[in-house]
């Protein structure tokens, strides 16, 4: 299958081509006709698929039909996307601007932690697609600085994290400002009952596609378990990081005061590192990823928040210093490598304290992980890294007999490792 075979028009194509995307991914192929059609979409799919590239390339196409911005086009906003964070909204906006450099297109961005005037000022110039973060658009909403009566498409995107983040409330009264008669695509890392129930009352009789099954992670990722002591986790990081100091690594931690704690002992050590959350000004967030892309720093330790919507290509390896506190949250966390078919590595530094998150995520992903003990470093106490083998039932009293009731006997976890595969695949859409 081509780009070109789901129909989209030269303009799009000649722009996909200097981007060198060949081959659509499973999310764009199925979602694109789908979108050219009409349709309201419900579309779950993991991390890393190519959702951004799935909705925004049948979003220009709509817009501009033959390549041309329509006679019959307003000066309000025509589309709207919605999505969770300011890292995010760049990253969307762009991609919209790279797939329509052939296309009259005028586009913005609007996102909190950084001056409304800039933003205001792009608005009354005119703007065909919006990016926006729910918060700051209330804001322009409330101003009067946004007309989105000619919105035709809106897009929720990342609407699991959304939801996680308590824009509920934001997005309602985002939806009661826009045309009731709309396409409306809502995208979903997971595929929870929340997401259905938000489809339910913002959605016409939607297509659901789902590319892969509800929080799986792909299998070009390989999961390792490192058991230590949480007063030695960062000793340990030191250790695994000196493997390769050249490889760039995306370290999460569960704290914004921890994030910077930790980036600051890495560059005592001799790293290259730097940290991201939500306390940084959007100036500072912008440039620690910036250098992080550029190579300048190698280790850019993360909150949650702050890496939803991280588009790092080619980002070899996650370290989950703190383990997530939301099972769910691990599959977005190491859904930052292995993208569109290459190899990636997610390690995880687990103290006892940490084991009833650990099971969780087995749980979650149902399957056991990789477990390796680094000598030197191992837990004062053992770390139980798989889950408990269910005892078995105590065997049913016999009246008849030595009086003696039989029981199995209990059973320890054991551990067991494997890793994950890798597949090389055709070049595609990687947003």
Known sequence: MSFESLGLQPALLRALAALGYETPTPVQAEAVPLILAGRDLLAGSQTGTGKTAAFTLPLLQRLFPAGQRPASATARVRALVLTPTRELAVQIHESVRAYGKHLPLKSAQVFGGVGMQPQVQALRAGVDVLIATPGRLIDHLQQRTVD???????????????LDMGFLPALKKILAALPKERQTLLFSATYADEIKQLAAQFLRDPAEIQIARQNSVVDTIAHRIFPVDSE?????????????????????????????????????????????????????????????KAGRVTVLVATDIAARGLDIEQLPMVVNYDLPNVPEDYVHRIGRTGRNGATGLALSLVSRDEEEQLHGILKLLKTELETITIPGFEPRQPVRTSLPSPRAPKAAHRPHGNGASAQAPSQRPRRRRGGGGARPAAPSARS
Do not use: P
């Open 148 to 162: 989105l009566r000619g919105i035709d498409t809106l897009v929720l995107d990342e609407a699991d994290r959304m």
């Open 232 to 292: 030695r986790k960062r000793d340990l990081l030191v250790e695994v990081l000196r493997d390769d100091s050249r490889r760039q690594v995306l370290v999460f931690a569960r704290t914004k005061h921890g994030s910077d704690r930790l980036a600051k002992q890495l560059c005592a050590a001799g790293f290259r590192a730097d940290a991201i959350h939500g306390n940084k000004s959007q100036n500072a967030r912008q440039r620690a990823l910036n250098d992080f």
